[in-house]
């Protein structure tokens, strides 16, 4: 079993930047991958970002692209989300998510283990 833990989050201005971490505990491996998805109020849930625990690229949404950055530390077995130049379309329950085989990396479906999600809130 693979429990992942979100934190970070909360009220931000727009403009403004936030943090989030995702600490992932139990049997991972360094070919799993690791991403951020997101859900809005009334709409579907959507990728935003992810990355290898071991190395290789990170692809990002086309919405976050050059705003955000995610990141890994295999020693604290710990990925993150730096979101910069927040817009209130980035207002949503942020979600992270762990996979061993997803060769489509932006459905969540692929994705086998969650976090319990962590609010992101962008005021204009």
């Known amino acids: 079993q693979v429990q992942l833990a979100e934190s970070g989050g909360g009220v931000v201005q727009a403009g403004g930047s936030s943090r989030l971490s995702c600490a992932a505990s139990g049997r991972t491996s360094s070919n799993w991958r690791m991403a951020w998805f997101r859900q809005a109020p009334g709409k579907e849930r959507e990728f935003v970002a992810t990355?290898?625990?071991?190395?290789?690229?990170?692809y990002y949404a086309d919405s976050v692209k050059g705003r955000f950055t995610m990141s890994r530390d295999n020693a604290k077995n710990t990925v993150y989300l730096q979101m910069n130049s927040l817009k209130p379309e980035d207002t949503a329950v942020y979600y992270c998510?762990?996979?061993?085989?997803?060769?489509?990396?932006?459905?969540?479906?692929?994705?086998?283990?969650w976090g319990q999600g962590t609010q992101v809130t962008v005021s204009s």
């Open positions: 990355i290898y625990w071991s190395s290789g690229p990170t």
């Open positions: 998510a762990a996979c061993s085989y997803c060769p489509g990396y932006t459905t969540p479906g692929q994705y086998k283990y």
